[in-house]
């Protein structure tokens, strides 16, 4: 069965950076994009950017350009999503989420989701 | 960017009750909806793409339906495991974004 585990919960000071990981297993890795959507208490769901695990192409929400970076290791079938320059309204709850069906172009909505990841920023 | 309106924000039901959540979009979609469950505690969990049809899985008594601006998520007979948070989804082709919905929160009377 399909499967995304994520890392474990952060804790970083205002201004450093942040990598979670998602680790997938159940089906073939590069046959789907993955995408990183976070929750928070103000701004609910937020998509923010997806992975062409084959190619290893991205794109982002122009709100989190220039400071979230998406990559990912085929050989072991994990995907990173690192986060720069964080301020306290970066804390929130980040998953990691597969298209429901493969193909060349992303899928409109997230068929599978891994189990979310806290990341907390605080001085 | 296309804006996802739910209402009622939060509604309480008794149990065997028919449910109807409601998601505007700010323009049409066309039939590029989808709906989503998120429990305490977990993952969004997906019910109903494509405006209407069932995610694997998913019991007969969710349904969907609606297209362009108007969409609606039934619950035919709640149940006590119903209990949740719902939210509506789209994507948008340019730019390419997915936006949410921000939640209808679902509680048993």
């Known amino acids: 069965q399909v499967q995304l585990v994520q890392s474990g919960g952060e804790v970083k000071k205002p201004g450093a950076s942040v990598k979670v990981s998602c680790k997938a297993s159940g089906y073939s890795f590069i046959g789907y994009y993955l995408h990183w959507v976070r929750q928070t208490p103000g701004q609910g769901l937020e998509w923010m950017a997806w992975i062409n695990s084959n190619s290893g192409a991205t794109n982002s929400a122009q709100k989190f350009r220039g400071r979230v970076t998406v990559t990912r290791d085929t050989s072991i079938s994990t995907v990173y999503m690192e986060l720069a320059d964080l301020t306290s309204d970066d804390t929130a709850v980040y998953f990691c989420a597969r298209d429901l069906d493969g193909g060349i172009l992303p899928d409109y909505h997230f068929g599978y989701w891994g189990q979310g990841t806290l990341i907390t920023v605080s001085s | 960017e296309i804006v996802l309106t739910q209402s009622p924000a939060s509604l309480s039901v008794s149990p065997g009750e028919r449910v109807t959540l409601s998601c505007r979009a700010s323009q049409s979609v066309g039939s590029n909806l989808a709906w989503y469950q998120q429990k305490p505690g977990q993952a969004p969990r997906l019910l109903i793409y494509?405006?209407?049809t069932r995610a694997t899985g998913i019991p007969a008594r969710f349904s969907g339906s609606g297209s362009g601006t108007e969409f609606t998520l039934t619950i035919s007979s709640l149940q006590s495991e119903d209990v949740a948070v719902y939210y509506c989804?789209?994507?948008?082709?340019?730019?390419?974004?997915?936006?949410f919905g921000q939640g209808t929160k679902l509680e048993i009377k």
């Open positions: 989804q789209q994507y948008n082709n340019w730019p390419p974004m997915y936006t």
């Open positions: 494509a405006a209407s």
